[in-house]
């Protein structure tokens, strides 16, 4: 299953599935897609507007760019373009996620890398991917308070690329 099948699933949980009624909106997507209602329910809240060629591409994986878009329109924030810029220097205020990355960093939701940039264009693994939702969704929560992370993980637990 890739991150796109995951944030699909995910964003369909958080929210009200869509009607059952036929989806046609991407030529790539049937009704049997395993996916395709919450494709439908994203397209129609105008959530994820799929690729310029009209295309969905739902075995394709995201990147970290389209993945910050997806949480911060799924939050229903609408970012101004114009006051939120300059927030990585791989970010260009041109671009078309600069207000959806630049308006996450703002309210501390990403950090980027350790060399200052976002990499926008870079696939979002699945621990990326994680942390981005559990960051726009509890950013507020204080949940270390609730859970004792090494009473549940540990060293021993740790796995060589099972983010990926």
């Not at 494709?39 to 910050?68: C, Q």
């Not at 703002?106 to 981005?132: C, H, S």
Request: hydrophobic share 40%; with cysteine; charged share 20%.
């Amino acid at each position: 299953m890739n991150i796109r099948s995951i944030t699909t699933f995910i964003l369909a949980c958080i929210t009200l599935a869509a009607p059952a009624a036929a989806f046609a909106a991407y030529p790539d997507v049937s009704d049997s897609h395993e996916n395709s209602r919450a494709i439908a329910y994203m397209h129609i809240n105008k959530i994820m507007t799929g690729y310029p060629d009209g295309s969905f591409g739902p075995n394709i994986a995201v990147n970290r760019a389209e993945l910050m878009k997806i949480l911060v329109e799924a939050g229903g924030y609408s970012p101004d373009e114009h006051t939120v810029q300059n927030c990585f220097p791989d970010v260009p205020a041109t671009a078309w996620f600069n207000r959806y990355v630049c308006y996450a960093a703002q309210l501390g939701w990403v950090d980027g890398y350790p060399d200052g940039t976002f990499r926008p264009e870079q696939r979002v693994n699945f621990a990326e991917a994680l942390k981005m939702i559990l960051e726009t969704r509890f950013k507020y929560y204080e949940v270390s308070s609730y859970v004792d992370s090494k009473k549940y993980f540990s060293q021993k637990d740790y796995q060589p690329n099972w983010y990926d």
